[in-house]
Structures are given as structure tokens and as C-alpha cells.
């Protein structure tokens, strides 16, 4: 008896009529949403970087004016991402190499005292700005470390840059590179 009802109330409920909405609207929807945001790096390509007002470690309001003039490496990092801190030594290298031609900038969700209480474990010669929960949305970074290359105008010309780089060997990934050779390549071009 107790199957029969199952039954006939899976019958009635498939019977009922279904607003169907249709698949035009459905596609129209899904790229309104897709256009909404900059969702994959080549659509960031040639566009500026742009943020407005926001703190330096140092308690220095700046905004996206301090990336033209030079060319820009910014890395979005955290101070829980593994990647991110094992890049930092190549990062100083950069820093060391370039610091008359090049701006470097680290943004980061952190807070300044989580900041300051890591710096002064590790040196990280890069310009901290902190709490950038509005650059982080502006710019979809959900995953560190996340890198920029700006030209001299601000101007978005390469993401996703690393400073180590991985290959796969028997199905484990195996450091193939760790000194940068990629920034230096792609800042010379720059410069």
C-alpha cells in the first residue's frame, strides 16, 4: 500500500505543468553574468589597474597613480599561502635588481598587524598594501598567489607570472624553476 501512494504521487507530481523558461533568456542571463565581472585573465590584458585610495603598511593613502611612471609587478599574496612565501626570496632578488625601474607592489586581505608580525620574521621588500578586500573583488582574486605585470602607464600586459615554476613527473609536481627567470624576462621587455 505504502509503495502504491509513493507511486501515485510521484505520477500526479510529473503531470504537473512546469513554467518552462526559455533558453534564450536562460543564455542571455549566463552572459550578462560572465560580462558582468572580468573573469579570465586575456580579458584583463590591455586593461588599466585601477584602485582608488586605499592604505600602505606604512599608513600612506595611495592610489592606482603610483603605477604610472614604471613598470608594476604587484602580487595579491596571504600570509597562510605556501607558494607566496616560498616565492618571497626571488621577489627581494627582483626588488634588488630593479628597485630604481620598477614598482613593486604586495596587496594583501591581511590585517597591517599580521603584516608587520610577519615582516619582521621574513624581509618582504615590496610596497604592502592591506585589507585590499576591494582590489581582491575588483579583480577576481580568489587564489594566491595571483601576479600583474603593469606596464609604465598601468596598464595590465601579463598575469598569473611565477617565480617557481612546476612540471609533472610521474604524476608528482616537481619544482623545474626558482629564480624568477620569467619576471626578469617579462620585466626587461618592459623596460
Known amino acids: 500500500?505504502?509503495?502504491?501512494?509513493?507511486l501515485l504521487l510521484i505520477f500526479f507530481l510529473s503531470c504537473q505543468e512546469v513554467e518552462k523558461t526559455p533558453l534564450k533568456k536562460i543564455v542571455v542571463d549566463t552572459n550578462e553574468i560572465v560580462n558582468s565581472k572580468k573573469t579570465n585573465k586575456k580579458e584583463l590584458i590591455g586593461e588599466k589597474f585601477i584602485f582608488h585610495d586605499i592604505k600602505t603598511l606604512a599608513d600612506k593613502k595611495v592610489n592606482s597613480e603610483i603605477l604610472i611612471g614604471k613598470p608594476t609587478l604587484i602580487i595579491a599574496w596571504s600570509i597562510t599561502c605556501k607558494s607566496c612565501i616560498e616565492e618571497i626570496p626571488i621577489l627581494n632578488e627582483?626588488?634588488?635588481?630593479?628597485?630604481?625601474?620598477?614598482?613593486?607592489?604586495?596587496?594583501?586581505?591581511?590585517?597591517?598587524?599580521?603584516?608587520r608580525r610577519f615582516i619582521r620574521k621574513r624581509e618582504f621588500n615590496f610596497t604592502h598594501i592591506i585589507n585590499a578586500k576591494e582590489i581582491h573583488n575588483d579583480y577576481n582574486i580568489y587564489s594566491?598567489?595571483?601576479?600583474?605585470?603593469?606596464?609604465?602607464?598601468?596598464?595590465?600586459?601579463?598575469?598569473?607570472?611565477?617565480?617557481?615554476?612546476?612540471?609533472?613527473?610521474?604524476?608528482?609536481?616537481?619544482?623545474?624553476n626558482e629564480n624568477g627567470e620569467e619576471f626578469v624576462r617579462l620585466i626587461d621587455k618592459l623596460l
Open 144 to 176: 594566491f598567489p595571483k601576479t600583474f605585470l603593469l606596464d609604465k602607464n598601468g596598464i595590465i600586459t601579463k598575469t598569473n607570472i611565477r617565480g617557481i615554476t612546476y612540471k609533472k613527473i610521474n604524476g608528482k609536481f616537481v619544482k623545474r
Open 1 to 6: 500500500m505504502r509503495n502504491l501512494l509513493i
Open 94 to 115: 627582483l626588488v634588488t635588481k630593479y628597485s630604481d625601474k620598477v614598482n613593486f607592489i604586495a596587496i594583501t586581505n591581511n590585517s597591517k598587524k599580521e603584516i
